[in-house]
Structure formats: structure tokens, C-alpha cells
């Protein structure tokens, strides 16, 4: 994992990081799913997590003196769920950087948005393992700078398969169709590969989850995004 000459390409995503790394090692595992290898970035992204929090917490008693508590709890849940990280993993370009497995390749894992959310997790935390906390919370605060911080956010009230559902409703479309394209693992710990397809669209976006209905979920919300990036 050690590389003492970042690539053109690393060198781009640091300067839209605004950071720099000591260890490029850090960076390489935070940008390594499993499906690559022995070493990933799960534990980067575990650290990571804990370090978001934090950050976004303070950011937001700063931001919101008068918000109580509860309100708070409820901001920080739309700040760092996996929606709103994956769109700002999109803003870097870090699908394009993502190490993946052939398998999870082939099947999209890419623009996946629980992958590049995770990866974004890791790389916060491999910020703060290279250089500490005061600058993986300075880039917390870049990462969110561009969001506006006002007391009526809230957490998603709908999951994506009944905002997807709603949507295509509206649009007098049929219901999208979920398909098991795969199970990995013992019966007892399976992990469900679900494709979900919107026919009128001619969309086919894919989920992972431990269970048929998490994937589902997943698979939802990643139509979700498709949809959204197909709008004018």
C-alpha cells in the first residue's frame, strides 16, 4: 500500500481534498473496497465515521445556538446519511478512483452509492490518522461548506423504495420491478444482489444488502440518483 509518487490523478483529488498526505498508503487503502483485496478501506471508513460525526455534531451546535437537542440529532442524520455523502464523493470523482474487484466492476460498483459514501467515510478517516483531528475536521467542514445549515432539515422521512414508488406514481408509471441477481455466503449470513428496473426509463440500477429488503433499499435508492441525474 505504500506509493512515494501519487499518480496525475491522485495529485487532482488532493487538490480538491485541499489536504495532503504523508502516508499516500492511507489514501490508497481508504480508496480500496474489500472485493479488491485483503486490505480495504472498511476500517479506515469505521474511524472515519466516528470522526464525521463529531465534526458535522460541532458544526452544527455552531451553526444552530437556539436548535434543542432532538432537532440537532435530526440535522446531523440528513448531513451524514448515505445519500448526502454519496453525492459529495460524486463532486470529488472518486468513483473514477475506487479500487474494486473485477466482479464488483462488472456489476457497477462504481457509482454504487453505499461504496462511495464508505469510501468517503475512510478517506476522512485517513485524514485524521495521517495528520489528526483538527484537519479531518477542517475537511468536514470544506466537504459541507456548500450546504446550507438552516434548523428546518430534517431526515428523510420515506425510504427510497416508497419515494421511488410515489415518484413513478406520479408519472403513471408502472412499479418498478426487483429482481435476486445473486446471494453470497452461508444461509445463515447472506448478502442479497438485487437489481431493481424502471422499464419506462429503460434504467437498471443494482443494490447490495444484507438482507432482500435492504438491498431492495439500496437498489431503490440508487434509482433514485439515476433519476435524478437524468432531470434537465
Not at 162 to 170: D, S
Request: proline share 5%; glycine share 6%.
Amino acid at each position: 500500500m505504500k506509493r512515494s509518487t501519487p499518480s496525475p490523478e491522485t495529485l487532482a483529488l488532493l487538490e480538491r481534498l485541499k489536504v495532503s498526505f504523508v502516508n499516500l498508503g492511507l489514501l490508497e487503502l481508504a480508496l480500496t473496497h474489500r472485493s479488491f483485496g485483503a486490505e480495504h478501506n472498511e476500517r479506515l471508513e469505521f474511524l472515519g465515521d466516528t470522526v464525521l460525526n463529531l465534526a458535522v455534531s460541532r458544526m452544527l451546535y455552531v451553526a444552530l445556538p437556539n436548535l434543542p437537542e432532538g432537532d440537532l440529532s435530526r440535522v446531523r442524520a440528513n448531513l451524514v446519511k448515505q445519500d448526502t455523502l454519496f453525492r459529495l464523493a460524486l463532486d470529488l470523482q472518486l468513483s473514477a478512483l475506487i479500487r474494486l474487484g473485477e466482479g464488483e466492476m462488472k456489476s457497477g460498483g462504481q457509482k454504487r452509492p453505499s461504496i462511495l459514501a464508505d469510501a468517503l467515510e475512510a478517506l476522512i478517516g485517513a485524514v485524521f490518522l495521517d495528520a489528526g483531528y483538527e484537519a479531518a475536521e477542517a475537511l468536514v467542514f470544506r466537504l459541507f461548506e456548500p450546504i446550507e445549515i438552516n434548523p428546518g432539515m430534517q431526515a428523510a422521512s420515506k425510504d427510497p423504495k416508497t419515494e421511488l414508488q410515489e415518484w413513478l406514481q406520479a408519472k403513471r408509471f408502472k412499479l418498478p420491478i426487483y429482481r435476486v441477481v445473486g446471494t453470497l455466503g452461508a444461509a445463515h449470513q447472506q448478502t442479497f444482489d438485487v437489481e431493481c428496473e424502471v422499464p419506462e426509463l429503460s434504467l437498471i440500477e443494482r443494490g447490495i444488502g444484507g438482507s432482500r429488503r435492504a438491498a431492495e433499499q439500496v437498489a431503490a435508492q440508487a434509482m433514485l440518483l439515476a433519476i435524478e441525474e437524468m432531470k434537465p
